[in-house]
């Protein structure tokens, strides 16, 4: 009986002991604690001091150290233990994708030369009129370029610089960037023909881009435009003032939007006058760019008073105004006074003295 009462002792006294090691190691200053595989950790709240922190123990008086509430978080250091990262690394959706390639902004092509319309070119001689029909296709630079004289003609400096800068804009050997904007800065305000002053403009508008766009080159191409660089026409008469002439008298016959060069049109043109065509090749009174007077004998008709259409015409073209002047009957002859005062402003047309119903007071 003793000895099973001495048994039990000893064994109270070890489940005491037990009792105390564990209690020794709750209160300890933890620094030995670890995690044991409960998923739980000891979270240690920074005091005033540098000594002990304060440890929280389970609800319910176990030994198991919780965390403290979320309140307290701001100023909590935790133990390290197991964490759970919240980076994510992008993974690409098709590792195996090539970077889709960077798209070339496409560059607009500069407005290239309208048609002319073309010269009739009657004599096959190169003149800056049928040189700028040329260009107007700009595969044709190239051609247009060694057909321009080595001159400083203004129409011809101008054809020059605008070839030169049409092969350059498009990468072709044998164009100039600084010809093309010395020719250009040279002929400033220059360009006193429709074609020359579309040239002019074109021009103008390949150095600006070039000047954009300093190592661009672009394919140009041919105006889908149909309004002509020129509106050529008979644009009026010179009958002294009075839209009368009588048959025998000079009057003089104006044309403007010319596309061709003048002396062709003296060598190969015809005039027409009430359907009658005036005899003798044509004479000019004056001529400044795309402007040009005709001198022409007025015919003799049946019947007067008539009004008359005056047709020009040259290889295919024809410019015509409809009754253009009146033909009267034969009268007094023209004052020859050689008085300026009593001249046409072109000083070459004499006035008629008035009928005398018209007299002047």
């Given at each position: 009986m003793m000895a099973v009462s001495l048994g039990v002792r000893v064994s109270g006294l070890l489940l005491v002991g037990a009792v105390a090691v564990a209690v020794a190691a709750v209160t300890s200053d933890g620094s030995g604690f670890a995690d044991r595989g409960g998923g739980?950790?000891?979270?240690?709240?920074?005091?005033?001091?540098?000594?002990?922190?304060?440890?929280?123990?389970?609800?319910?008086?176990?030994?198991?150290?919780?965390?403290?509430?979320?309140?307290?978080?701001?100023?909590?250091?935790?133990?390290?233990?197991?964490?759970?990262?919240?980076?994510?690394?992008?993974?690409?959706?098709?590792?195996?994708?090539?970077?889709?390639?960077?798209?070339?902004?496409?560059l607009q092509a500069p407005a290239w030369?309208?048609?002319?319309?073309?010269?009739?070119?009657?004599?096959?001689?190169?003149?800056?009129?049928?040189?700028?029909?040329?260009?107007?296709?700009?595969?044709?630079?190239?051609?247009?370029?060694d057909l321009v004289p080595h001159e400083t003609d203004p129409q011809?400096?101008?054809?020059?610089?605008?070839?030169?800068?049409?092969?350059?804009?498009?990468?072709?050997?044998?164009?100039?960037?600084?010809?093309?904007?010395?020719?250009y800065a040279a002929l400033a305000g220059g360009a006193d023909t429709c074609k020359g002053r579309a040239a002019y403009a074109v021009l103008g508008g390949l150095l600006d881009f070039h000047r954009r766009h300093p190592a661009a080159t672009v394919r140009l191409k041919a105006s889908a435009s149909t309004a002509p660089a020129c509106a050529y026409a008979v644009s009026g008469t010179q009958t002294g003032g009075d839209g009368e002439s009588p048959p025998g008298e000079t009057v003089g016959i104006e044309l403007s939007g010319?596309?061709?060069?003048?002396?062709?049109?003296?060598?190969?043109?015809?005039?027409?006058?009430?359907?009658?065509?005036?005899?003798?090749?044509?004479?000019?009174?004056?001529?400044?760019?795309?402007?040009?007077?005709?001198?022409?004998?007025?015919?003799?008709?049946?019947?007067?008073?008539?009004?008359?259409?005056?047709?020009?015409?040259?290889g295919d073209t024809e410019a015509r105004l409809p009754d253009a002047f009146t033909v009267v009957a034969p009268g007094g002859l023209p004052?020859?006074?050689p008085d300026p005062s009593s001249r046409s402003p072109q000083g070459m047309f004499p006035l008629r003295p008035l009928p005398a119903h018209r007299a002047r007071p």
């Open positions: 739980n950790s000891t979270t240690v709240s920074a005091g005033p001091s540098a000594g002990q922190g304060d440890r929280t123990p389970a609800p319910g008086g176990s030994g198991t150290p919780v965390r403290p509430s979320p309140a307290g978080a701001a100023s909590a250091t935790a133990i390290p233990g197991p964490t759970t990262t919240h980076s994510r690394t992008p993974v690409p959706s098709h590792p195996a994708a090539a970077p889709s390639p960077t798209r070339k902004a496409v030369l309208p048609p002319g319309p073309r010269s009739p070119d009657e004599d096959g001689i190169a003149d800056p009129s049928g040189v700028y029909d040329r260009l107007t296709a700009p595969d044709q630079c190239r051609t247009a370029l011809w400096r101008l054809l020059r610089g605008l070839a030169s800068a049409c092969l350059a804009v498009q990468g072709s050997h044998g164009g100039s960037w600084d010809t093309a904007a010395q020719d010319t596309y061709f060069e003048h002396v062709e049109l003296l060598r190969y043109g015809s005039l027409f006058i009430g359907g009658t065509q005036v005899p003798g090749p044509l004479v000019t009174v004056s001529q400044a760019g795309d402007k040009l007077v005709l001198a022409a004998v007025v015919p003799g008709f049946e019947g007067y008073p008539r009004k008359v259409d005056v047709v020009v015409r040259y004052s020859l006074d």
